[in-house]
T-cell receptor, first 114, second 113 residues
Framework: ETGVTQSPTHLIKTRGQQVTLRCSSQ?????VSWYQQALGQGPQFIFQ???????GRGNFPPRFSGLQFPNYSSELNVNALELDDSALYLC?????????????FGPGTRLTVT | AQSVTQLDSQVPVFEEAPVELRCNYS??????LFWYVQYPNQGLQLLLK??????LVKGINGFEAEFNKSQTSFHLRKPSVHISDTAEYFC???????????FGAGTRLFVKA
């Protein structure tokens, strides 16, 4: 069973640029959630995708967008990067509809905006 | 709206001593409660979860937590800690649909020899 993987591991971007982060869900999972974890803080919920549709969103502006593909892999896109976007971005996959609610996290992508 | 408060940002403790990491939550609806652990430069790993049933929940690595609905608390405990337990611990609450999970700010557990 393959766990959750994320790419790239680290990324450095300049303010105003756009970035795409990728996540491969655990085999058999139908849901992916994205979180932003700033240094010294807990993860903040960005949004969740279930069967390729956005299923819930946290307090993040529209320049944060996502996609989920038929194979349940996912992308997080951030436009017009700001310095405060520097953080660890975590994706987590789960299987909605089973009553389990456990999320399996990837190792994260460390984004630095300069 | 749901929220999670972890009452201690750092907890230093000697090896083999007991530890309690405190978590309070607020929610107007039924919730599911979780504790996750994060080791340096890694993602989060589930320690334990409360969905329903017994209020005392046992997890991995010898950790347990007790759900107290009247006090809206979900404190994490371990009777004897090891150096390897040094990590960041996050309490989290999810709504009944599992659509959104709110995390606390984390508690840094530092186990000293």
């Amino acid at each position: 069973e393959t766990g959750v993987t994320q790419s790239p591991t680290h990324l450095i971007k300049t303010r105003g640029q756009q970035v795409t982060l990728r996540c491969s869900s655990q085999s058999g999972h139908n849901t992916v959630s994205w979180y932003q974890q700033a240094l010294g803080q807990g993860p903040q919920f960005i949004f969740q995708y279930y069967r390729e549709e956005e299923n819930g969103r946290g307090n993040f502006p529209p320049r944060f967008s996502g996609l989920q593909f038929p194979n349940y892999s996912s992308e997080l896109n951030v436009n017009a990067l700001e310095l405060d976007d520097s953080a660890l971005y975590l994706c987590a996959s789960s299987l909605l509809g089973t009553g389990d609610y456990e999320q399996y996290f990837g190792p994260g992508t460390r984004l630095t905006v300069t | 709206a749901q929220s999670v408060t972890q009452l201690d940002s750092q907890v230093p403790v000697f090896e083999e001593a007991p530890v309690e990491l405190r978590c309070n939550y607020s929610s107007s609806v039924s919730v599911y409660l979780f504790w996750y652990v994060q080791y340096p430069n890694q993602g989060l790993q589930l320690l334990l979860k409360y969905l329903s049933g017994s209020t005392l929940v046992k997890g991995i690595n010898g950790f347990e937590a007790e759900f107290n609905k009247s006090q809206t608390s979900f404190h994490l405990r371990k009777p004897s800690v090891h150096i390897s337990d040094t990590a960041e611990y996050f309490c989290a609450v999810s709504d009944a649909g599992g659509f959104k999970t709110i995390f606390g700010a984390g508690t840094r557990l530092f186990v000293k020899a």
